[in-house]
């Protein structure tokens, strides 16, 4: 399946590819122009917005909330239904704390607001709340894939194990580039796995 999209590519590697270096220019001049700093971390508009800069050259629905059910693996993100409040309640999460924020992170994971590209999106908007509220963001270049991958995916379950990976790889260099951009990277997505439309599956 692929998704629709304004490049009209048709072939799924050739979409991933080039979804992949538009999203990271557009991350680049987010972060080289100051945008970032004009968001309020921790809302969903800020996350809204992040989305739509990195893939309004990708996506018709860039920083629009998905209007399908959607799955990756056997795991199903929040029912349409009840997306809107799911946000609502999300956005009243503490964040002053690590735990709290990482709580906060792994929530708004499991309501996956968009259609595709929520992990980067979300990567982003987790870095804006960390570095208000402690400081700190993750060098993702420090986290294994794997585990996190399979912590996020054991996450909707039990939290501990994701705080604990992004805790040991923690840093206070906040306006790294380098360090920054490395939570774009495509490879973090659920290699293998595209999220469908639940009556598609």
Known sequence: MILENKLNITDQAQLAREEEKISKI???????TGYLNTLEPGTFEAL?????????????FAGKLRN??????????TPLVYLNESIKNIEKMPQSTY???????????IAHPFREGNGRSTRIWLDLILKKELNLVVN?????KTDYLLAMERSPIKDTEIKE???????NKVNDREVY???????????????????EL
């Open 140 to 144: 993702w270049s420090k986290v294994d």
């Open 68 to 77: 399908v059910n959607i799955a990756k693996g056997n795991f199903r993100f």
């Open 99 to 109: 735990e709290e924020i990482i709580e906060k992170y792994v929530e708004m994971n």
């Open 26 to 32: 557009r991350a680049k001049e987010m972060f080289e």
């Open 165 to 171: 990976l992004l805790k040991q790889s923690l840093t």
């Open 48 to 60: 809204r917005k992040i989305h739509e800069f990195l893939f309004k050259d990708i996506y018709e």
């Open 181 to 199: 951009m490395k939570g774009i990277d495509n490879s973090y997505l659920y290699e293998g796995y595209l999220a469908f439309k639940i009556d």
